[in-house]
């Protein structure tokens, strides 16, 4: 892994040196550059959270604003599509925030005002609503807590999973992949199951505090100071596993909620997990939002699907240096698709 980090600094450095990676980056003025960030939180609390490539270092992200700020039009994504065709002299980059963690609120939004620049974050209206954990991190946090065997025997015994059903998940990646695949009734069936089962998943006085996601308060304030606020459902629901019913109320309520809250038609929708088929697209176009991202990586041009944007996933992994450090040429590398292109 190392020597793979060792390798991408050293092709790194000579794209940089020899105008490589300046030539990616005019690229980037054709089209629309869609950055994804989860989670945005001071270098003390990074360590805790349990899914590491989605949480990025606030003084990372500082001077990914920053770089962004003085070599492109950075506009919230519902501002920039309609401009997708037009020539331009510097790119155009849209921040998008996924779930709508309140360090969304405390940390990214506060970092991307002092440059100057707006973003746009995709909320889980539900969890904003009632103030409860999305059910990735409660179930991670019941993972950390009572242990993945014990989680997986939880399973077995009330039921969610067949006594035939093979082997113990090994990592919490694969708990969590594995749960993906269920119902989404199931799945919160297992969750509340397990608080029943174990002490509560809340593992330490902070930890409320870090998983928690923004009030509704808080989304009214980030709207209010020219952020948009799009959905990313109720539940953060797999749509593509429900039936059609269910999706329409997700898409359907999620919506409802964000207008009620800012006052303002909400356009803008995002996949979790990037989950989508051919119907739940349209019945996002037919919810009334004009557009939708995904997670596949790329650039967005005019003529794109606009109910799939592409997006560039910026982790902390692929922004450092061997040595570990941040490494503004690498974050140039990534937002230029350079990395992709080499990959
Ligand atoms: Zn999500």
Not at 29 to 51: A, K, W
Not at 53 to 80: E, G, H, I, K, Y
Not at 81 to 101: K, N, S
Request: a positive charge; aromatic letters at 10%.
């Amino acid at each position: 892994m190392r020597w793979k980090r060792w390798a991408r600094d050293a092709i790194d450095y000579c794209a940089d040196r020899f105008g490589i990676l300046a030539r990616h980056v005019r690229e980037m003025r054709d089209g629309i550059t869609v950055l994804m960030y989860h989670r945005v939180l001071p270098p003390s609390e990074c360590n805790d959270y349990p899914f590491p490539t989605l949480v990025m270092p606030s003084p990372f992200f500082r001077d990914q604003v920053s770089w962004l700020a003085a070599n492109c039009t950075v506009l919230p994504l519902c501002a920039a599509l309609p401009l997708a065709g037009r020539a331009r002299e510097r790119p155009l980059v849209a921040l998008t925030f996924d779930d709508g963690y309140a360090d969304n609120f405390e940390h990214a939004a506060a970092i991307i005002e002092e440059h100057g620049v707006r973003g746009s974050f995709y909320v889980t209206t539900g969890a904003c609503a009632s103030g409860a954990l999305l059910w990735f991190d409660e179930a991670a946090l019941f993972a950390r807590s009572a242990g993945i065997e014990a989680v997986y025997d939880a399973a077995r015994r009330c039921g969610f999973l067949a006594s035939s059903a093979g082997r113990p998940w090994r990592s919490l990646r694969e708990f969590i992949e594995a749960l993906k695949t269920w119902d989404g009734s199931a799945r919160i069936g297992f969750i509340a199951a397990l608080r029943d089962r174990f002490a509560p998943a809340d593992d330490g006085p902070h930890a409320a505090r870090r998983f928690r996601l923004m009030t509704r308060e808080q989304v009214r304030d980030l709207h209010g100071r020219g952020h948009e606020c799009g959905s990313h459902t109720v539940h953060h629901a797999l749509l593509p596993r429900l039936s059609r019913a269910e999706a329409e109320r997700e898409l359907r309520e999620s919506k409802a909620w964000l207008e009620e809250t800012t006052g303002e038609a909400a356009r803008g929708f995002c996949y979790p997990n990037g989950d989508a088929s051919t119907l739940v697209r349209a019945l996002v176009a037919e919810a009334g939002y004009d557009y939708a991202c995904g997670t596949r990586p790329g650039r967005n041009r005019a003529g794109s699907d606009r109910y799939m944007l592409r997006r560039i996933d910026v982790t902390p992994q692929r922004v450092v240096t061997s040595a570990g450090h941040y490494s503004e040429r690498a974050f140039r590398a990534e937002a230029s698709l350079f990395h992709a292109w080499m990959r």
